[in-house]
T-cell receptor
């Protein structure tokens, strides 16, 4: 079984500041981990995903995330926030090809950018 | 490619009425997913198909909900009868055949359903 917890339902940062969105997961099998972004009135789109290759994963729009097995974390970061980054971000976990696998999404973190 | 297409984008109906939501996945994608998003419960997987066959419908909340995929380019999610608690945004997503839960899912824009 899998589960995911996103710490902080709302994060606010200044433009140009570091963005850090936290995600912790639980999985009984080696996990596949994802970050999706949702802009207002749109569907989700993939930012990046971890599939057991490199532990530091680079995604679109300057975002990256690091898989830390010992901490069961997959936090999302971006060195310098842009106004266009304001959106809702979802962390998700799946058990991959496991027969019992499903994809579980976190509750989301709304990112606001202050001018 | 046009991406995943959903219709209608907005639906307002009265309690007890039948509601049908439609989805056209990306051509060539073998997996299709239906999700429901609400403030209280977040994003929930309702059902998914592989090659038009329903694989897991354990997320469907009640027998009032049903989903079909008659061919590779069309799927429907039906609620009959609808209730106010069904009000939510319903998303359809599709992915390639490399494995439904390992591959990138491409989401449609969603259908915002309001049941009065």
């Amino acid at each position: 079984a899998q589960s995911v917890t996103q710490l902080g339902s709302h994060v606010s940062v200044s433009e140009g500041a570091l963005v850090l969105l936290r995600c912790n997961y639980s999985s009984s099998v080696p996990p596949y981990l994802f970050w999706y972004v949702q802009y207002p009135n749109q569907g989700l789109q993939l930012l990046l995903k971890y599939t057991s290759a490199a532990t530091l994963v680079k995604g679109i729009n300057g975002f990256e995330a690091e898989f830390k097995k010992s901490e069961t974390s997959f936090h999302l970061t971006k060195p310098s926030a842009h106004m266009s980054d304001a959106a809702e971000y979802f962390c998700a976990v799946s058990g991959g090809y496991s027969s019992a696998s499903k994809i579980i999404f976190g509750s989301g973190t709304r990112l606001s950018i202050r001018p | 490619d046009a991406g995943v297409i959903q219709s209608p984008r907005h639906e307002v109906t009265e309690m007890g009425q039948e509601v049908t939501l439609r989805c056209k996945p990306i051509s060539g994608h073998d997996y299709l997913f239906w999700y429901r998003q609400t403030m209280m419960r977040g994003l929930e997987l309702l059902i998914y198909f592989n090659n038009n066959v329903p694989i897991d419908d354990s997320g469907m909340p009640e027998d009032r909900f049903s989903a079909k995929m008659p061919n590779a380019s069309f799927s429907t999610l039906k609620i009959q009868p609808s209730e106010p608690r069904d009000s939510a945004v319903y998303f359809c997503a599709s992915s390639l055949s490399s494995g439904g839960f390992t591959d990138t899912q491409y989401f449609g824009p969603g259908t915002r359903l309001t049941v009065l």
